[in-house]
């Protein structure tokens, strides 16, 4: 499967963002899909990942309850909803996909998009 992350930019503290992970070459329903983000001179981080079925979430704790991630299987994409960001929040944002459960480890991702890239101005 190939993935293609989009809708990254630069805004303003307190503002939004959606990112979209758009698949092509798989049966999209069978992956579980993560992202993670990267900010300069930082290691990879965990932030949401969905089961392929659409029947679970995961969502790491430094931006529970700003972020929330879905899916839309017909559209073979799924979702970030970044709201209330922060500063800090900035970073290459990257989706991943592998089959089976959805899981907060990079390394069981064997599927990446590019990044694209958050700017958060204060």
């Known amino acids: 499967v190939q993935l293609q992350a989009s809708g990254g930019g630069l805004v303003q503290a307190g503002g939004s963002l959606r990112l979209s992970c758009a698949a092509s070459g798989g049966t999209f329903g069978s992956y579980s899909v993560g992202w993670f983000r990267q900010a300069p001179g930082k290691e990879r981080e965990f932030v949401a990942a969905?089961?392929?079925?659409?029947?679970?979430?995961r969502v790491a704790n430094s931006v529970k309850g700003r972020f929330t991630i879905s899916r839309d299987n017909a559209k073979a994409t799924v979702y970030l909803h970044l709201r209330s960001l922060k500063p800090e929040d900035t970073a290459a944002y990257s989706c991943?996909?592998?089959?089976?459960?959805?899981?907060?480890?990079?390394?069981?991702?064997?599927?990446w998009g590019q990044g694209t890239l958050v700017t958060v101005s204060s």
């Open positions: 969905i089961n392929g079925s659409n029947d679970g979430t």
């Open positions: 991943a996909a592998k089959l089976r459960s959805a899981v907060v480890d990079s390394g069981l991702y064997p599927y």
